[in-house]
């Protein structure tokens, strides 16, 4: 099978799960497109990917947004995108994602047992949120984990929760693209690569999207937890 099909295949699962969830792109496809891709190829392509995916599911769940909830997490990841993308470019980043991911685990599984300690909406709260998630997106384009554990212990509901992160994601990608454009990360073969396989994209996030509305809030609340501790899990098991 071709690396185009492999590609193909790893974007459609990675996009229906995004649909669906309002995150985990990264955590389905990126895994998969590293095999046959370089990292320098691969990292900037799911920021250009997410994009798009980001689109679509606030298309869909616009109405929900309560953006004033993330504008201080947007705030922090935006000053620390620098700093994830000079460990892009300039560390082996593997000691740092056996952390990440150790970390992420730990909390996640907290969450799962049911433990939960809402933050209040203020900046001292949620600008360090922030920080931490611009610096996962600019080096491992996987701005996700910080934000999903914030609003999954915040309680917010479904829509609510899938809005909140599409939107911040959309924000933060868009200033993480303008990064690299300028920094030279993002080339003309990244783009020819990710349009390719903009089908694919479009026919999983509509899927995931439908896919969505049929999840109870119960259901959907661990899956997102579920999720979340899978990509802390991926990130050890490949850095061992």
């Given at each position: 099978m071709s690396s185009l099909v492999l590609?193909?295949?790893?974007?459609?699962?990675?996009?229906?799960?995004?649909?669906?969830?309002?995150?985990?792109?990264?955590?389905?496809?990126a895994p998969?497109?590293?095999?046959?891709?370089?990292?320098?190829?691969v990292i900037p392509m799911l920021v250009l990917v997410s994009l798009g995916l980001n689109l679509m599911v606030l298309k869909d769940c616009g109405s929900s947004l309560d953006f004033k909830k993330v504008?201080?997490?947007?705030?922090?990841?935006?000053i620390s995108l620098p700093v994830g993308i000079w460990v892009l470019t300039a560390m082996d980043p593997r000691s740092f994602r056996l952390f990440v991911g150790g970390f992420i685990v730990l909390v996640s599984l907290v969450m799962l047992s049911g433990w939960r300690k809402p933050l209040?909406?203020?900046?001292?709260?949620?600008?360090?949120?922030?920080?931490?998630s611009g610096v996962l997106n600019g080096s491992l384009s996987m701005s996700g984990p910080p934000v999903v554990l914030f609003l999954s212990?915040?309680?917010?509901?479904?829509?609510?929760?899938?809005?909140?992160?599409?939107?911040?994601?959309?924000s933060l990608n868009l200033a993480t693209i303008a990064l690299y454009i300028y920094k030279g990360v993002?080339?003309?073969?990244?783009?020819?690569?990710?349009?390719?396989?903009?089908?694919?994209l479009l026919i999983g996030t509509w899927l995931g999207i439908k896919a969505s509305r049929l999840l109870p809030e119960r259901v959907f609340?661990?899956?997102?937890?579920?999720?979340?501790?899978?990509?802390?899990?991926?990130?050890?098991i490949s850095n061992i």
């Open positions: 590609g193909g295949v790893a974007v459609f699962a990675g996009s229906v799960v995004q649909g669906c969830a309002g995150f985990a792109f990264s955590l389905v496809a998969f497109l590293l095999f046959f891709l370089p990292q320098e190829v504008l201080p997490i947007l705030a922090g990841g935006i209040p909406y203020r900046l001292w709260a949620l600008l360090p949120i922030g920080l931490f212990n915040q309680g917010v509901d479904k829509d609510e929760f899938r809005a909140n992160l599409a939107a911040y994601f959309l993002l080339t003309g073969q990244v783009t020819l690569i990710t349009l390719s396989y903009a089908p694919v609340r661990r899956m997102t937890l579920l999720l979340i501790a899978a990509t802390g899990l991926v990130m050890i």
